[in-house]
């Protein structure tokens, strides 16, 4: 369903040029979860920019179910694939409600039964027609977050690109989203590519996972060879001893 072929992507010119992607090969099936994970800058946000449209100066090859994506945005690629960002509190336009909000992309795309579309798609993520008259700030981070999900899903594509879809929110909140977003991959058999820094994540959602390191994509593998330590590659085995040590109320607290 997703195809990355020989990614690369440079920032700058001359000495003060930075690769950040290198060849990344990646091949993600229908109705897949995938994950990607590695430390952090290396290149993990920057693949899905390229897939979604937001960076453009890529070289390399990329597809959607077989058909090659283009470097501009246009209508046919935004009704193929879409991207939830970690911060549904930037991710909102402040003065618009949330009718106005779902609304928005069937009115680019000239989709009609607007109005049912929006009421089910909120009953979709776990709210009701009520919501519609609300502003973003009159919700709470993991509501945000199910407005952006429904967002993304207003115009059905078949792949989403979640970036941290959970990191910014409270612990309880997190699982209520991760089920939410297994709920929706099932219901319409849908694709994800998700980059996260929590193995947990990864272990409760995913099926295989591409490990990240300075802009290259250093294995791929599947969940229960990550989960049970099998992992080729010595970095990979040290993300997961790392990630078994890993404290978030700390975290937050440093
Ligand atoms: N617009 C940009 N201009 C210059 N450099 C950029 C830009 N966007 C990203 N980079 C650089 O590209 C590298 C990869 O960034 P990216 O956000 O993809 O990493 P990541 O693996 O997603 O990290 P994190 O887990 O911290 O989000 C980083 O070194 C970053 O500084």
Redesign the pocket.
Known sequence: MITVEGLNLS??EAAAK?Q??SAVSLRVSEGEIFG?V????????????CLAGL?THWQGELAIAGEPLGRRLNRARCRRVQMVF?DPYGSLHPRHTIGDILEEPLLIHGIGQRQARVVAMLEKVGLNRAWQTRYPHQLSGGQRQRVAIARALILEPRVLLL??PTSALDVSVQAEILNLLSDLQQQANLTYLM?T?DLGVVAHLCHRVAV?QQ?RVLETLDVPTLVADRAAMPYTRMLVEASRHYNPALAREV
């Open positions: 920032f700058g930075t950040v992607l990607l590695g430390e952090s800058g290396s290149g993990k946000t920057t693949v899905l920019k960076f970690q970036d941290e980059v820094h990240m802009g």
